[in-house]
Structure formats: structure tokens, C-alpha cells
């Protein structure tokens, strides 16, 4: 069965720096998200992408966060200069879009540790 | 797994029996709601979904069933197995957005 793919599994980065999170989503999807959960907390919805662009985005996704497409199979969360608050599991999602509602489908996620 | 954590209402049910797992959700305006099973170390995973017109909804093994009346949303796993243990959220869509919202969760432990 087809599967969301995430690497690295743990990111450990020094707070300031920018870290690149990336996924490989489910062939023949066409919407991607990120989501975040902090130990303990809810998932929490990011950012939605479709079309080479952002389609929705919650109050944390801010000016520190970005994605992008850069080829035909990645998909990228980008935190540009980290702080203490971002360390979370980030996990990648990805859907059919063929009209409608179609099931997200996770990945394993990427734990980011920022220090 | 990250989602589990102190404050998480556990379910523990006797391998073999039924387990019935409960949401309350808020929003009127979604129009599907999802189950999804998250096991440790591991992403969250589509379990069933059901859309908000529709009040029960079977899978392999498992049922949800959708109260709007009470804004009540349940999910019964027949013949609990130990591969079951897991926290399971309930989640919500909102019509015109594609974005899915999670709920708390409930550690479901299962008992050999």
C-alpha cells in the first residue's frame, strides 16, 4: 500500500537556525499538508498546498514557516529561524482531490528537537 | 507515540469484548468527521470516516455512528485485539475547507 514518507525521523537543531523538513507524498495525490503535534497535545492543522500553492494556513503558520514543491515527489516544510516552540512531532499528510472530501493520509512524522 | 500523554482518557477493555470510544465535537458546519488511530512512534492512521448527513457508517470490524442531534460522535471496534491499543482522535472537516481539525484523544489499552 502506497505510503506518505517522511525523513529524517528526528532533527536536532540549534535554536536560530532554519531546518527543512521534508515528505514525499502519495503519488498520485494532489493536496498536501503539515501538521504539528506537541508531546502531550492535539495535531494541529499547518498549512494545506494544491496546485503549487498554499490553500489554507492556521494562525501558526507564520513568516518563519514556508513550503514548497521542488520537484514532482517532494514536499518541504521550511522553519527559517527556530525557535524553543517548534519542537514537535511535524507530520506530512496527502490526499486525493478528485471533488469533495478524500481521506488524509500521515506519515510517520519527523520529531524536531530545537536546543 | 507523541500523542499520548498525561492528561489522555484511557479506555482499557478485556481482549475479545466491544469497545466504544466517544467524541463530542462543537462545529454545525462540519460536514465529514473522521477516526483516526495513532500507535506508538507512528503518524496518525485513517480508520473510517462518515459524512454529516449519514448516522452510521460499518467498516472491517469497526462502527461510527453520528448523533447530531447531541453532537455526538462514537466509534465501536468489535472483538478488541491487542493490535487495537492505540490513541484514537476523532476529527472534523469543515465544508469548504479542506484542513482537518483534531480532536484530544482516547488510549484505548486492551487487556490479553
Known amino acids: 500500500e502506497p505510503e506518505v514518507t517522511q525523513t529524517p525521523s528526528h532533527q536536532v537543531t540549534q535554536m536560530g537556525q532554519e531546518v527543512i523538513l521534508r515528505c514525499v507524498p502519495i503519488s498520485n495525490h494532489l493536496y498536501f499538508y503539515w501538521y504539528r503535534q506537541i508531546l502531550g497535545q492535539k495535531v494541529e492543522f499547518l498549512v494545506s498546498f494544491y496546485n503549487n500553492e498554499i490553500s489554507e494556513k492556521s494562525e501558526i503558520f507564520d513568516d518563519q514557516f514556508s513550503v514548497e514543491r521542488p520537484d514532482g515527489s517532494n514536499f518541504t516544510l521550511k522553519i527559517r529561524s527556530t525557535k524553543l516552540e517548534d519542537s514537535a512531532m511535524y507530520f506530512c499528510a496527502s490526499s486525493k482531490q478528485t471533488g469533495g472530501y478524500q481521506p488524509q493520509h500521515f506519515g510517520d512524522g519527523t520529531r524536531l528537537s530545537i536546543l | 507515540g507523541e500523542s499520548v500523554g498525561l492528561h489522555l482518557p484511557t479506555l482499557s477493555v478485556q481482549e475479545g469484548d466491544n469497545s466504544i470510544i466517544n467524541c463530542a465535537y462543537s462545529?454545525?458546519?462540519?460536514?465529514?468527521f473522521i477516526w483516526y488511530k495513532q500507535e506508538s512512534g507512528k503518524g496518525p492512521q485513517f480508520i473510517i470516516d462518515i459524512r454529516s448527513n449519514m448516522d452510521k457508517r460499518q467498516g472491517q470490524r469497526v462502527t461510527v455512528l453520528l448523533n447530531k442531534t447531541v453532537k455526538h460522535l462514537s466509534l465501536q471496534i468489535a472483538a478488541t485485539q491487542p493490535g487495537d491499543s492505540a490513541v484514537y482522535f476523532c476529527a472534523e472537516k469543515i465544508g469548504g475547507y479542506q484542513k482537518v481539525t483534531f480532536g484530544t484523544g482516547t488510549k484505548l489499552q486492551v487487556i490479553p
Open positions: 462545529n454545525s458546519a462540519s460536514d465529514y
